[in-house]
């Protein structure tokens, strides 16, 4: 009735038509049941193929716009998205304060690859560039149950970084991370349970489940991950509800992620979005990404625009890579293009 309910306030048609077709519906789908293909679902990851997806029984929770992002504790300006590039917020360890790449840049850039630690700018801590070290922390701030430290530990232990690779040891602490509250760790576990993802664990002995995937992309959207929500909105408009895709589509944009504008422009062209739904979701858009910017974070930005384009022409992979790897590869690509210029003099 939910669905109902929308097309008709949207005008699209009336309440007595939609009804018609939804009992049309619902009359083929007990046409084409049988136990052989109820069977054969059952072997199907995630739901059967007549099986509608109820992603939340919180609907209302969800649909709400969340709150804006925390403060970078030094320039008071809302954190980047999460899915910015790897240097648009940097977690410290030595302190667990999460410090947006505008204020990491001037003190971390002229520093990395060149062995010398980097002084935490919130802190004064020097923090060393080596592997070990950094995991060495990260444990530290685990055990104090920092939820952004758990994660990024059990992407170490997920990659075999330094410590032994378990992925059960970094789903659990994922899950216990998520239990917390951790919004990158519900994300994470979206990512790691949803079938079909790039992270196919499924030689583990670890199941994909769509509905467990859901539910963390759920949790991790509620406290504003705009990639879960984005996620969650395109679960739902290909295996559930493509009106509650699109209110995902029009929170996301509202938030500031570029694709799920995207996607709200193209709601509106298939008629899925009213004009006074995408404007509103325009000018909220413009707003978040003006409360987010500033000339010192746009300098990190041109960068890894720079550096990726210098990647591409090359011929070398192209990938996000862990922040310390984007610097030092950097440097790198900048040293030998500097050398070519001198050898050209």
């Given at each position: 009735m939910y669905e109902i309910e929308e097309f008709v306030n949207k005008g699209y048609c009336s309440k007595a038509d939609v009804e018609k077709a939804f009992q049309a519906h619902q009359s083929y789908i007990a046409s084409i049941r049988s136990d052989q293909r109820e069977a054969a679902a059952a072997e199907m990851p995630g739901f059967g193929y007549y099986e509608p997806f109820q992603l939340s029984a919180t609907d209302d929770e969800l649909f709400k716009q969340p709150p804006p992002n925390a403060d970078c504790p030094l320039c008071s300006i809302p954190l980047p998205l999460f899915s910015e590039n790897a240097?648009?917020?940097?977690?410290?360890?030595?302190?667990?304060?999460?410090?947006?790449?505008?204020?990491?840049?001037?003190?971390?850039?002229?520093?990395?690859?060149?062995?010398?630690?980097?002084?935490?700018?919130?802190?004064?801590?020097l923090n060393s560039?080596?592997?070990?070290?950094?995991?060495?922390?990260?444990?530290?701030?685990?055990?104090?149950?920092?939820?952004?430290?758990?994660?990024?530990?059990?992407?170490?232990?997920?990659?075999?970084?330094?410590?032994?690779?378990?992925?059960?040891?970094?789903?659990?602490?994922?899950?216990?991370?998520?239990?917390?509250?951790?919004?990158?760790?519900?994300?994470?576990?979206?990512?790691?349970?949803?079938?079909?993802?790039?992270?196919?664990?499924?030689?583990?002995?670890?199941?994909?489940?769509?509905?467990?995937?859901?539910?963390?992309?759920?949790?991790?959207?509620?406290?504003?991950?705009?990639?879960?929500?984005?996620?969650?909105?395109?679960?739902?408009?290909?295996?559930?509800?493509?009106?509650?895709?699109?209110?995902?589509?029009?929170?996301?944009?509202?938030?500031?992620?570029?694709?799920?504008?995207?996607?709200?422009?193209?709601?509106?062209?298939?008629?899925?979005?009213?004009?006074?739904?995408?404007?509103?979701?325009?000018?909220?858009?413009?707003?978040?990404k003006k409360l987010m910017d500033n000339a010192q974070r746009d300098k990190p930005k041109a960068w890894m625009k720079r550096m990726n384009m210098m990647k591409v022409l090359s011929g070398g992979r192209r990938g996000p890579g862990t922040a310390g790897e984007l610097l030092k590869e950097g440097r790198k690509i900048e040293q030998a293009r500097k050398k070519r210029g001198n050898r050209r003099r």
């Open positions: 240097l648009a917020r940097r977690y410290q360890s030595c302190c667990g304060q999460i410090i947006c790449g505008g204020c990491m840049w001037p003190v971390e850039y002229p520093l990395y690859g060149s062995g010398a630690p980097v002084p935490c700018p919130s802190c004064n801590t560039e080596d592997e070990k070290e950094i995991v060495k922390g990260l444990m530290k701030r685990a055990d104090e149950k920092d939820v952004y430290a758990m994660t990024l530990l059990g992407t170490r232990f997920a990659e075999g970084s330094v410590v032994p690779k378990s992925m059960h040891r970094a789903i659990e602490i994922w899950e216990e991370a998520a239990e917390l509250g951790g919004i990158l760790a519900c994300n994470t576990l979206g990512n790691i349970y949803k079938p079909g993802s790039l992270n196919d664990i499924d030689d583990t002995g670890i199941d994909k489940d769509w509905k467990k995937a859901c539910r963390y992309y759920a949790k991790a959207a509620k406290g504003n991950h705009d990639l879960a929500r984005y996620n969650l909105g395109v679960l739902e408009n290909n295996h559930g509800s493509k009106i509650k895709a699109m209110k995902h589509m029009l929170i996301g944009a509202a938030s500031g992620h570029d694709d799920a504008l995207t996607l709200v422009k193209q709601g509106l062209t298939d008629h899925r979005v009213t004009k006074e739904e995408y404007d509103n979701a325009l000018r909220a858009y413009k707003e978040s």
